[in-house]
């Protein structure tokens, strides 16, 4: 059977509708400005801390990103904190807040199918946080130009832009999350603690833990032990398994990006090792290509987490 | 009436699972007219309105509005049908406007339509001076007018009012009953649905009065006045005269009178008699201080006809259900 007219009618008057409402809500204010004083904050004692190193860094500019002083930990560090915490915040009362507000049956009894209505919710969330992430990229690198006086190198651009772009990626998934969560559950704070308490899951319990199954499933081998080593099998599992969560994937992605030296994410084999030149960085290329498995994994994450949404909402009833 | 209905509905079932939600009803609504959806809550109507905007399923029979499919062509049922939702909800942090413009958007009006359209409809529901203010200040009744708005501003041919009145003081009903007839008399059907018969009474064309996912009865309230309740009128007399009633019981197609008080007389009539018992008390050179006819009222049609049946299941819509 198919249906009349194109699913998409609406869906850019929902988005446009939609980023206006996060921009001017109170909501979104504070989580900017939690995040513009982090930005500041982090890449200043990040200046401080490369003022004082004099060991020369043909991608100084990086720095400002991943460099931390005790007590403060890097940008990344933060922004892989805060970034999910933002779009959790921004979609967690997406559906069933028109639920509760009594505003979507008299929306969607307007000539519009419920797929531009729940697309539109998720790109004009996704804009919304994309513009603030792009106002913060903005803000480290012109901060870092201002701070340390020293212009990036193309390539820095080039590879820092890859972190802005993953990084929208890596908010994608906890979007379409939180948007799954708002039209399972009827109640936003359900919805919110449901989706905080799955993200407080991957981000700090789930490595614990995939160590722990992983010596489980494949207990570590005695000869390696005694010899001080990890047993292969057990940390293959053990990444695999730590690998599920996103916040693992964003991870590895960050390092492979930001750390031109990185050569392999995992175990390191002595075949990939040879004619290496150990120390040396990769070009952009390659390291995009050594981070192209959890760049995908990220995106489909974020796919099927949508479709899954999609699918209970088609058959949901609208009725309060 | 073929050429001018604009819904018709035929055998429309819903059913969740073994639950049955609306059995196998049927009715037509003529244009420009005002048609009742009245009965209990949880009697089905919401689902069938539902249905009909293509909003839900249909899991049997079918249904056409304005020519359409619901379940196949949604858009172009939806871009003809303005909806009122059981308490509609509006974006509080937009103003009255506001709200409006991004549902003439979604419909797809342009800039200048859109501005004259939302003028136009706020002035015709009495809220012009309110365009700019956030409709999170606004009482429950200007809501509901607000939603009356949007239903003009879409330039609807059928309004579909899900409980338009409840919750509203009596000011507010009357107000919103008058902009509801204001529809009728442009020619837009209505229909609305209701748990309140006695206010929804006055503006029905025809009602049906829903039970248990199923039509129990249908037509205007006259006429299911005399179906259910017997006998047609009902004439109120208070006058003084000797005789009198003597007289009144004369008079061609009364079939019984009571003496309801001092002076009060009630003839039971098979039609409007009180021109009749008015030349009566006249020629009796009586004062006459009342005379009224009893418009059958759907609360004692309701009542009556589930008390005489309360085992009823009707197996059998189709004696009601014309």
Not at chain 1, 18 to 39: C, K, P
Not at chain 1, 305 to 319: A, D, K, N, P, T
Not at chain 2, 89 to 99: E, I, P, S, V, W
């Amino acid at each position: 059977m198919r249906r009349e007219g194109s699913a998409f009618n609406g869906l850019g008057v929902v988005m446009l509708k939609e980023l206006a409402d996060h921009l001017t809500s109170v909501r979104f204010i504070i989580l900017e400005l939690i995040v513009m004083l982090i930005a500041v904050g982090t890449v200043y004692v990040a200046t401080q801390q490369i003022k004082d190193t004099v060991a020369e860094d043909p991608f100084l500019f990086l720095k400002f990103f991943t460099t931390s002083r005790e007590p403060l930990p890097s940008f990344i560090f933060w922004l892989s904190l805060l970034v999910p915490v933002m779009a959790i915040g921004l979609t967690f009362d997406a559906v069933n807040g028109e639920h509760n507000r009594r505003t979507l049956s008299r929306i969607l009894s307007q000539p519009i199918y419920r797929d531009a209505l729940l697309f539109g919710k998720f790109l004009g969330a996704l804009m919304t946080l994309a513009i603030a992430l792009v106002v913060l990229w903005l803000l480290v690198v012109g901060l870092g130009l201002l701070f340390i006086g020293i212009p990036p190198g193309g390539e820095e651009i080039a590879r820092a832009f890859v972190f802005l772009l993953v990084t929208i990626v890596y908010a994608g998934v906890w979007l379409s999350l939180a948007l799954l969560f708002s039209i399972l559950f009827r109640s936003a704070a359900t919805a919110a603690l449901a989706t905080l308490g799955l993200w407080l899951f991957f981000y700090v319990i789930w490595p614990v833990l995939a160590g722990e199954l992983a010596t489980i499933i494949v207990p570590p081998d005695p000869r390696y032990t005694a010899l001080g080593l990890q047993t292969p099998g057990t940390v293959v599992l053990e990444q695999i398994l730590a690998r599920l969560s996103p916040s693992t994937l964003f991870g590895e992605i960050v390092v492979a990006i930001l750390d031109p030296t990185t050569r392999a994410l995992g175990p390191i084999y002595l075949s990939q090792l040879q004619g290496a030149v150990l120390g040396s960085p990769l070009p952009l290329a390659a390291s995009v290509l050594i981070a192209w498995p959890q760049i995908v994994g990220l995106i489909a994450t974020t796919i099927i987490l949508f479709v899954i949404g999609y699918v209970v909402f088609q058959r949901q009833e609208v009725r309060a | 009436m073929s050429g001018d209905t604009v819904i018709e509905a035929k055998d429309l079932t819903k059913t969740y699972g073994q639950a049955v939600a609306v059995d196998h009803i049927s009715f037509s609504v003529g244009r420009g007219e005002i048609f009742g959806l009245l009965g209990p809550n949880g009697a089905g109507k919401t689902t069938t309105i539902l249905m009909l905007l293509g909003l839900t399923d249909i899991s049997g029979g079918e249904v056409s509005v304005l020519g359409f499919n619901p379940a196949r062509e949604p858009l172009s049922v939806k871009r003809r049908v303005g909806y009122l939702p059981d308490t509609v909800g509006f974006y509080d942090q937009l103003t009255a406007a506001d709200n409006l413009r991004y549902t003439a958007r979604l419909i797809g009006f342009r800039f200048n339509e859109r501005e004259k359209r939302i003028a136009e409809a706020l002035e015709r529901v009495g809220l012009p001076d309110s365009a700019n203010h956030y409709v999170g200040t606004f009482s429950r009744g200007m809501r509901q007018r607000l939603g009356l708005a949007e239903i003009l501003m879409k330039g609807a041919q059928i309004a579909i009012l899900d409980e338009p009145t409840s919750g509203l003081d009596p000011h507010a009903t009357t107000e919103l009953l008058g902009i509801i007839r204001r529809f009728k008399a442009e020619g837009v059907s209505v229909l609305l649905s209701s748990h309140l018969l006695e206010r929804v009474q006055s503006v029905c064309d025809r009602v049906a009065l829903f039970s248990a996912g199923r039509i129990a009865l249908m037509g205007t309230v006259s006429e299911l006045g005399r179906e259910v309740l017997g006998a047609g009128y009902v004439v109120d007399i208070e006058a003084e005269g000797a005789g009198l009633a003597e007289r009144l019981a004369l008079i061609p197609g009364v079939s019984g009178l009571e003496q309801t008080g001092i002076g009060k007389l009630r003839l039971h009539a098979d039609r409007d008699v009180r021109s009749e018992a008015a030349a009566e008390v006249v020629a009796m050179q009586g004062r006459l201080k009342y005379l009224g006819v009893q418009e059958p009222s759907l609360e004692a049609i309701y009542n009556h006809y589930f008390e005489s049946k309360p085992d009823e299941v009707p197996k059998e819509g189709a004696r009601h259900a014309a």
